[in-house]
Each structure stands twice: as C-alpha cells, then as structure tokens.
C-alpha cells in the first residue's frame, strides 16, 4: 500500500492534497492556453499572445503525464476538476459570477471526481 504522506511534515499534505493540487495546476494550464488565442482571435490581441498559449498547452500536457494512474483515469477525474477551475475563471477573470445550476453541476462533476480517484487500489 501506497503511504498516504508525500512530505516530511506528518501528514498535513496527503496524496489526495497532492492530486488535486496537480489537477488544479493542470486545469489552469489548459484555461490559459486556450483562453490567450481566445483573446487574439475574438478581442483582437497581439498575436504574441499565442506563443504563451502554446507553452502553456505544452505545460498542460506534461502535467498530464505527472499523474501516477492510468490516462483514461487521469483524464476522467481531471474533468470534474476543469469544470471547477472554470467556473473559478469565469467568476476571477471574465468578472460572472456562478448560477446556482453552474455551481450544482461542479459538485456533481467534484463528487464524480472524488468516486474515480478514492477508490481502492488493486
């Protein structure tokens, strides 16, 4: 079995800590490399603002892999987190705040999240 702890301070950070600080790196990662050509081709930015859009896709990517399960797993779980960071985003950065059907939808995707990455290890 795995140890829970993935630092030296006890277990203030477990894995799942780590996991979903991985997940959120990633999601915003993939918001920021899509949300840079966005900007250039929809509000007429530099198109300067495509070379850190493509970094930041790279970056996704390779974050992606950092994840210690199967890909379709990583890539299923990763979803309920992306749905989260997004709302975050569209709240932080495009100043809408949620509905209450946009927030019911990301507890359904978080807990579809949680039920994928919690279970038990073979």
């Not at 203030?12 to 993939?30: Q, S």
């Not at 949300?35 to 070379?51: H, N, T």
């Not at 379709?72 to 992306?82: I, S, T």
């Not at 359904?108 to 039920?115: C, D, F, K, N, S």
Request: net charge positive; proline share 4%; aromatic share 12%.
């Amino acid at each position: 079995m795995a140890p829970r702890c993935w630092s030296g301070n006890g277990c203030l950070h477990n894995a799942g800590m780590k996991a979903l600080l991985l997940y959120t790196a990633t999601a915003l990662a993939e918001i920021v490399g899509c949300y840079l050509p966005y900007l250039w081709l929809k509000q007429g930015r530099s198109i300067w603002l495509l070379l850190p859009g493509a970094l930041s896709l790279a970056l996704f990517a390779w974050l992606l892999t950092l994840h210690d399960t199967a890909a379709g797993r990583v890539y299923a779980a990763y979803g309920g987190v992306y749905i989260g960071v997004a709302l975050l985003w569209l709240w932080a950065v495009d100043q809408v705040r949620p509905t209450l059907w946009d927030l019911a939808g990301a507890s359904v995707a978080l807990l579809g999240m949680t039920i994928i990455v919690m279970q038990p290890q073979r």
